[in-house]
T-cell receptor, first 114, second 118 residues
């Protein structure tokens, strides 16, 4: 148990729709990162939020956006869904503590775009 | 160029035996961290072990140890006394650099699927 939860666990959408995925971080963790994991691949970094502000972004288009809230929850929003957005979406929370910061992952949301 | 390379798509090991999962990395940053995660079929990434680039000793966590060879840029995971529950995907990941007030992204390899046979 990492103390990181995600909802929903599974989701089916059609191309062009919008989706919001939610994450509840471990209490006290001030950083949340989102990753996309396509089938058979390792996770790919989407973006990170630190103290409610974006703190780094991977190679994902602007239709991927996020929010972090003061209560340790966060959202990943994806607009204009495409078939290639079908993947497992993982959030990870961490507490910056010098050199040994470790990201703890939630169970993920499996998104299928038809 | 790939930052993290895991050359073994799949590995098999007999229960109670030890197994080594390979990981090589590429970075020019002198400060970096290396992580291993386990991902069962349920999908959750479970943190196993961490090695910092300046750590003098190889990291160990219970049955997990990290064979860190800095000059070769390798960070192999050793699992001793394999158990059936160890069957899963294993990912090596790297974080480069540190920043005050924020952390850097993790870059993952493609993973190795470990199967433990009874």
């Amino acid at each position: 148990e990492t103390g990181v939860t995600q909802s929903p666990t599974h989701l089916i959408k059609t191309r062009g729709q919008q989706v919001t995925l939610r994450c509840s971080s471990q209490s006290g963790h001030n950083t949340v990162s989102w990753y996309q994991q396509a089938l058979g691949q390792g996770p790919q970094f989407i973006f990170q939020y630190y103290r409610e502000e974006e703190n780094g972004r991977g190679n994902f288009p602007p239709r991927f956006s996020g929010l972090q809230f003061p209560n340790y929850s966060s959202e990943l929003n994806v607009n204009a869904l495409e078939l290639d957005d079908s993947a497992l979406y993982l959030c990870a929370s961490s507490l910056v503590q010098g050199l040994r910061e470790t990201q703890y992952f939630g169970p993920g949301t499996r998104l299928l775009v038809l | 160029a790939q930052k993290i390379t895991q050359t073994q798509p799949g590995m098999f090991v007999q229960e109670k035996e030890a197994v080594t999962l390979d990981c090589t990395y590429d970075t020019s940053d002198p400060s970096y961290g290396l992580f291993w995660y386990k991902q069962p079929s349920s999908g959750e990434m479970i943190f196993l072990i961490y090695q910092g680039s300046y750590d003098q000793q190889n990291a160990t966590e219970g049955r997990y140890s990290l064979n860190f060879q800095k000059a070769r840029k390798s960070a192999n995971l050793v699992i001793s006394a394999s158990q059936l529950g160890d069957s899963a995907m294993y990912f090596c990941a790297m974080r480069e650099g540190w920043t005050q007030g924020g952390s850097e992204k993790l870059v993952f390899g493609k993973g190795t699927k470990l199967t433990v046979n009874p």
